[in-house]
């Protein structure tokens, strides 16, 4: 590969990477009203550069959350190495929701009306899932939770605090109360290492 080459490759990624900067900035701000001039505009790239990278605020949307992804598969695996299987299924809740906190425009883009555009995020998806599910099955097959948790439900817990993520909403009394609900047990019967997340 010539220099001319990898210049460009490396301006093009500057590019998406000043795109998605910006765009978070502004979704989290001004909502998902945001307009794709004014995302151009605030990366300092033409319009034409931003189309050319993200066709439409729904791939932008699912670029976002696959950025963010990365530092959630990290936090799943991290949270799997736990010897206990009750402290790894809360420590992923608390350590996804706690990243998520001040990431406005990543839960925007999993919250917001419109779907992101998840086929372009397939493998950051699948490597994120992967753990969840492995996690989820560990705790259901230890009766740490309830038989018929499923790791699709982990998104609605989730979705669901990340919903109390506002200036007076309390996500994590929110997930206290879930907890108390998925776990196979009542709070005072758990054995040790299953109390709720704190």
Do not use: C
């Amino acid at each position: 590969m010539n220099r001319p080459e990898r210049t460009l490759r490396a301006d093009a990624r500057r590019n998406r990477e000043a795109i998605l900067d910006a765009a978070a900035a502004l979704f989290a701000q001004h909502g998902g009203d945001v307009q794709m001039e004014d995302i151009a505009a605030a990366a300092g790239v033409g319009v034409g550069t931003l189309y050319r990278h993200f066709v439409d605020k729904r791939t932008l949307r699912a670029a976002i959350i696959g950025r963010r992804f990365a530092t959630m598969t990290a936090l799943a695996e991290e949270a799997e190495q736990l010897d206990e299987a009750w402290a790894a299924f809360t420590s992923l809740l608390d350590g996804y929701l706690a990243a998520a906190e001040p990431d406005a425009a990543f839960r925007l883009a999993i919250l917001g009306p419109e779907e992101p555009a998840w086929r372009d995020i397939e493998a950051e998806k699948r490597a994120f899932s992967a753990v969840v599910e492995r996690i989820v099955r560990r705790a259901v097959d230890a009766g740490a939770l309830r038989a018929d948790f499923r790791a699709d439900d982990f998104i609605l817990i989730t979705r669901g605090a990340m919903a109390n993520m506002t200036g007076t909403g309390d996500w994590r009394r929110h997930l206290a109360l879930q907890l108390d609900g998925i776990a196979a047990a009542a709070p005072g019967e758990r054995p040790p290492g299953q109390a709720g997340a704190q």
